[in-house]
């Protein structure tokens, strides 16, 4: 068996996964915000808890994933939304509680992991994952392994500048009209809403606009949308009519699909981070 731990802003959650991928286990707690050392209290007693309700007696490998990454260079957190995290180390002394190795990704990439590996994309060679939450993020499989790349950031596709647009949005990061600013549940509702037709174009057109940069660049054989804004299915019919006219192609062969597993594909990917 092994263990997924997604630890978010607000959550924590954790997984049992079966070698078959069948899931044995899932529960959530409250995250401590704001409190590094509780945080790590709350991940140890969570993996206590859960082995001891399946495993009798056995441990198991863990991969957890957090709204940010870790520096190739100092092993420290770094670029995560759950701030009190940034400059911490966290695997290292997540290791240490917990007494095994523990492997960290960034949340995006566990959940583009997870559908790639046994959900929407299942079998794809290149896979594309996106997060349309509160906040826009990507991850890249290739060949069912997660590309990191030397600077950790591969598939940060939110924090790209969004082409063609007059308007000038501030983005958290420091910089302007990130894609994020105009493609996250909180950009879209400040627009209008997804129940308004005007609003909705819009954003389908950004989306597809943004796409078209992936697809130009990595080719991806499916992209998988995630995060609260992935539930309007609108979006799967009509953003493929749209990125054509930017993609560097006489056809665009990439499909567009919406995710299997659901809020529990980011914690199924920690899990599967130990798949090899």
Same mark, same amino acid.
């Given at each position: ?67 940010? @990454? ?9 670029? @995560? ?30 959940? @583009? ?8 994309? @299942? ?18 499989? %290739? ?80 992209? %998988?949308?995630?995060?609260? %804004? ?47």
């Amino acid at each position: 068996m092994r263990i997924g731990i997604d630890l978010g802003g607000t959550k924590s959650e954790i997984i049992i996964l079966g070698d078959d991928g069948e899931e044995l286990l899932r529960e959530r707690v409250p995250t401590p915000r704001g409190d590094y050392a509780a945080t790590l209290a709350t991940i140890a007693a969570l993996v206590k808890s859960a082995e001891a309700k399946v495993g009798a007696g056995r441990t198991a490998p863990i991969g957890v994933g957090i709204p940010g @990454a870790e520096s190739r260079v100092t092993g420290l957190i770094k670029n @995560a939304n759950s701030t009190w995290l940034i400059g911490q180390p966290l695997r290292a002394d997540l290791e240490q509680a917990l007494q095994r190795p523990v492997r960290i990704a960034n949340d995006a990439n566990c959940f @583009a992991l997870s559908e790639a590996t046994d959900g929407a994309a @299942a079998g794809a060679k290149v896979v594309f994952g996106v997060i349309l939450g509160t906040g826009v993020g990507g991850g890249i499989v %290739v060949n069912g392994q997660v590309l990191v790349g030397p600077n950790a950031i591969a598939g940060e596709w939110g924090h790209n500048r969004l082409p063609g647009e007059d308007t000038e949005r501030h983005c958290y990061c420091g910089r302007t009209n990130c894609i994020e600013t105009f493609l996250s549940g909180p950009a879209l509702a400040a627009d209008g809403g997804a129940e308004d037709e005007a609003a909705m174009q819009r954003y389908e057109a950004r989306l597809a606009r943004a796409l078209s940069q992936v697809i130009n660049i990595i080719d991806p054989d499916v992209i %998988v949308l995630g995060g609260g %804004v992935s539930n309007l299915d609108r979006l799967y019919d009509r953003v493929p009519l749209l990125w054509g006219e930017w993609v560097f192609s006489d056809h665009v062969a990439t499909q567009l699909v919406k995710n299997k597993h659901g809020d529990s594909s980011g914690v199924r990917g920690a899990a599967w981070l130990w798949n090899e």
